[in-house]
């Protein structure tokens, strides 16, 4: 059985960051793409960033230049390192990956962007 387990959320002021982590379990991590999307009060699920299993990342415009993706196999954990953060950026943010065609989802993390 595949699992996703986020952590890292929290209360940050603007220009803060914070880095939050995806761990699997039942799967390699590093065989399988990995995305990061945020879900804000009131809004439809948004796509934040992605990396795949060749370790190429990409960034939706909004985060491009502030956000970075990172995987350390070892601990089959992939990494979301937010910088600059802005109010804006507070959401529930969740990593999603598939495995042999199924979607997984983790439970999701809070970040909220306040001062």
């Known amino acids: 059985q595949v699992q996703l387990v986020e952590s890292g959320g929290g209360l940050v002021q603007p220009g803060g960051s914070l880095r939050l982590s995806c761990t699997a379990s039942?799967?390699?991590?590093?065989?399988?793409?990995v995305g990061w999307y945020r879900q804000a009060p009131g809004k439809e699920r948004e796509w934040v960033a992605t990396?795949?299993?060749?370790?190429?990342?990409g960034y939706a415009e909004p985060v491009e230049g502030r956000f970075a993706v990172s995987r350390d196999n070892e601990k089959n954990t992939v990494y979301l390192q937010m910088n600059s953060l802005k109010p804006e950026d507070t959401a529930v943010y969740y990593c999603?990956?598939?495995?042999?065609?199924?979607?997984?989802w983790g439970q999701g993390t809070q970040v909220t962007v306040s001062s």
């Open positions: 039942g799967t390699v991590i590093s065989t399988n793409f």
């Open positions: 999603h990956t598939q495995v042999r065609g199924a979607t997984y």
């Open positions: 990396m795949v299993s060749g370790g190429a990342s």
